[in-house]
């Protein structure tokens, strides 16, 4: 199981940036990607940005060309760095990881999320 941590949220002004980061802890090792996800008062939650272990990513179209999705292996940190905010951004953004579980699935642990403001 991995344990993560989001920190970072706040309040902004449209235009503005917040860097959310995401620690983590437990076994890596079968870990296959990790990612962020938001998800807004009546809206079901939607992934934000994904990164595999090699480093690639990808960005779910609304939010290319803002945001970013890094990682740190070494301080064991995800950070979701987010430009250009919108009001539509604002969301409780939550970081999970997912592995591969014997029987041939993937399970996916997650933080508790961190709250994202962006006001107009």
């Known amino acids: 199981q991995v344990q993560l941590v989001e920190s970072g949220g706040g309040s902004v002004q449209a235009g503005g940036s917040l860097r959310l980061s995401c620690t983590y802890s437990?076994?890596?090792?079968?870990?296959?990607?990790m990612g962020w996800y938001r998800q807004a008062p009546g809206n079901q939650r939607e992934v934000v940005a994904r990164i595999n272990i090699d480093g690639t990513s990808w960005h779910e179209d609304s939010v290319r060309g803002r945001f970013t999705i890094s990682r740190d292996a070494a301080k064991k940190t995800m950070y979701l760095q987010m430009d250009s905010l919108k009001p539509q951004d604002s969301a409780v953004y939550y970081c999970?990881?997912?592995?591969?579980?014997?029987?041939?699935?993937?399970?996916?642990?997650w933080g508790k999320g961190t709250l994202v403001t962006v006001s107009s």
């Open positions: 999970a990881a997912f592995r591969f579980v014997v029987g041939g699935g993937m399970t996916g642990d």
């Open positions: 437990g076994k890596m090792n079968s870990v296959k990607f």
